[in-house]
């Protein structure tokens, strides 16, 4: 499906580009397609495996301590329902975990790598390389829609724009992103049954039949001494303790005067020039700077919590790091054709005016249900590319002429959906899946699903 899916976006933005004028110049096709290519392996891949070398140096030693496989037992009988082709303890089970989690709290650096090395250890229980599995299918539809706590991106920009009480979107964006992750584990659920997305045989065999290589490397590992869980113990009271210090500044002030360094922290945030952000962080209600605080403390958090795991565990931390980090530039080069041959369809697509046509073409029937068309763009950008998405939030945010309402719809529709094609165009790519089946479907069956229900629940909760 993809392959056609790909295609057509090139052949429709050509011909649509021929008809209005736009295959040459600044704003033409062909000078957007370069634009995008380059961007995508400078600006994309190169810092995105930066990012993997360290994130995936990190999963190396939560996987050798055998810290994953503690959280996938954690979770085993939801995951288990989700995922029943996966073995209960392989570590995809955990990574699929940690990914999730991070998207829930827009840890954005972290999610991604962490994604791509479940979807590695997914593809070890791959009997039909090249074409997705189930559980591949499944972890792509939910994590296209995850469940998004705070939309720090959509909110800096309503905030930025003037726009007031921009946290509102908080509530309308957790109820909209859950709506579109139920409907993306129904959807996925019902689309594996069909036969037409079971063309090419895929071997997912009971979880209890198989054992990936992977958990048989992890050796058996004994207790932790009470000293050791002590220790640990200490850790996550210096977690609560730092959460706490974040969600309520005005007590770490107190602290800050009794222990004299006021002056030092004055220096220090006038030098970084965050006083503002400072105070407009005090302004929110209690729970949404404690849930703003532990988006803080969560990665400062996980390098400590992993790290003094695995050396009690008498792993090799730096050692095993380093091995870990090895791996992020081999998985970014496997993943770079595929984000440059979508990026460049993308580009052609947005610069041949194609999408301005089809908007006005949905204009007369979105009449007729109530979407506002001023959210069209937002709809039709939003699962194809990000920067894209946000520069039409930005038009939407700067145009005076409408209201409140729209703007927050926009913003909402904007934290609570992912961009489909380029999450599985990197997701698939990482293990060079190329019959993704019924995942493309699944996922925009969840971005139908995120926007309309931004539209509602806006209506409901703002309008």
Known sequence: MLNWIWMGMIVVGVVVAALMGQLSGPNGIVEGLFKAVKSGVVDIVLPLSAVMMFWLGMMRLAEKSGLVLVLARIVRPLMRRLFPEVPADHPAMGAMVMNLAANMLGLGNAATPLGLKAM????????????????????????????????????????????????????????????????????????????????????????????????????????????????????????????????????????????????????????????????????????????????????????????????????????????????????????????VAMLAALAILRNSGAMYLFQEMLRPALAVVHFPPELVPMALMRPLSGSGSQGVLVEILMNDGLTDLIKYTAATMFGSTETTFYVLAVYFGSVAVRRTRHALLAGLCADAAGLIGAVVICRFLVG
């Open 120 to 339: 590695q250890h997914l593809d070890e229980l791959n009997s039909s390389k090249g074409t997705a599995t189930n559980s591949m299918c499944t972890f792509l539809a939910m994590n296209t829609s995850s469940v998004t706590l705070i939309p720090a991106t959509a909110i800096g920009l309503l905030a930025a724009r003037g726009i007031p009480n921009p946290t509102a979107i908080v509530s309308t964006t957790i109820l909209a992103s859950l709506f579109a992750t139920l409907v993306a584990i129904v959807s996925v659920k019902i689309f594996e049954k069909l036969p037409v997305f079971n063309r090419v045989s895929v071997d997912d065999a009971p979880a209890e039949g198989k054992e990936s290589a992977a958990t048989s490397e992890i050796p058996e590992q004994r207790r932790l001494s009470p000293r050791a869980v002590a220790l640990l113990a200490v850790v996550g009271l210096l977690f609560v303790g730092v959460v706490c210090l974040e969600t309520f500044p005005e007590r770490r002030a107190a602290i800050q005067n009794w222990m004299g360094l006021s002056d030092a922290v004055a220096h220090l945030n006038a030098a970084k020039q965050s006083l503002s952000e400072t105070a407009s962080a005090n302004a929110d209600p209690g729970w949404k700077r404690f849930i703003s605080a532990l988006s803080i403390v969560a990665i400062p958090f996980l390098l400590v919590f992993f790290l003094v795991y695995a050396a009690l565990r008498r792993i090799r931390v730096y050692e095993e790091f380093v091995e870990g980090a090895k791996e992020g530039w081999a998985v970014a080069v496997r993943i770079m054709p595929f984000i």
